[in-house]
């Protein structure tokens, strides 16, 4: 209950700073092209940011789960091909994934991750897998 809960937080974090960097309202009921575009992507962030179900994500914005397997297969598209949303996007992700730290825990875990994360970006598959087999 409480991680659904917290997920829901995160997706309406996600549609406020959505809704914030389009200046729409992406939960309005319309076709209007310029809401739902901003819609499908928030339904996709929603959905890869958060372990909700595409039923869930499509309840959260009244539609069903066909649409948001739909926005997603459409955000996934415009990644590929639109030069303007590939800039938008970095935006929207550095608005998106600002950390809020409730507890300095949290934000030593963050900071931990970063560092693995930084560490295994420079690393070679080599190195990977002898530290790997080290470590087994």
Do not use: W
């Not at 549609?15 to 309005?28: K, R």
């Not at 948001?68 to 994934?97: G, Q």
């Amino acid at each position: 209950m409480r991680h659904s809960k917290i997920c829901k937080e995160k997706t309406r974090k996600i549609i406020a700073v959505v809704n914030q960097f389009y200046g729409v309202n992406c939960l309005e009921n319309t076709r209007k092209r310029h809401i739902v575009i901003p819609r499908q992507i928030a339904m996709y962030y929603a959905y890869n940011e958060t372990n909700l179900s595409t039923t869930s994500v499509g309840l959260l914005f009244n539609k069903d789960h066909a649409t948001v397997l739909y926005a997603i297969t459409m955000v996934k598209s415009m990644m590929r091909f639109d030069p303007k949303f590939k800039k938008e996007r970095k935006e929207l992700e550095d608005e998106i994934f600002k950390v809020d730290f409730k507890t300095p825990k949290e934000f030593k875990v963050f900071q931990l991750k970063e560092e693995v994360n930084k560490i295994v970006s420079r690393m070679n598959l080599d190195k990977l897998t002898e530290l790997k087999a080290s470590l087994c």
